[in-house]
């Protein structure tokens, strides 16, 4: 989820122009936690179920961040499992948003697998959720317009934005 800088754009992409708008980077969470025996599958490897709750949780923390409000989830709009976790495996989870609507956030999950004892890390999921944000009443509110900081982000706001459209 790291890129080449590039030159923001002077205007924000989606969300309410009411409010400030903010940066990718502002919603960007880092969140690590050991693989333990308890979240092992039928075959010894994490549990697919297990994932998705730190899945959730970790882009929680992204959407409440750029929304300044609680968020629920609407949607898991895809997952990819491309390899196993083991336990013992430290797994790193980063998510950003990547796309705002007037309440809704797309938030990227990228997921990798650490063998701590060896150093080897590998890509093992990728996740892309909506959340909306809601207020104490739990109805949805308006988010701020997000600033694209680099190339890539440019990238998949086009990417998110034309899969929308196709909706």
Known sequence: M?????????EPRGGDPSLAPKPVSASRVTMSLLATPESRNLFGNVHGGWILRQVD????????????NH??????????FRSPIKVGDLVKLSCEIQWVGRTSMQVGVHIEAEDILTGVVRHTNTCVLTY???DKDLKPVPVPGLILE?????????KAQTRRAKK
Not at 2 to 10: L, M, V
Not at 57 to 68: I, K, P, Q
Request: charged share 30%.
């Open 2 to 10: 790291n890129a080449k800088p590039r030159q923001p754009r002077d």
């Open 57 to 68: 949780e970790a882009a929680y923390v992204s959407a409440a961040r750029h929304a300044g």
């Open 71 to 80: 968020a629920v989830t609407a949607s898991i709009e895809r997952v990819d």
């Open 132 to 134: 909306v944000a809601i």
């Open 150 to 158: 680099t190339e890539e982000e440019e990238l998949i706001w086009t």
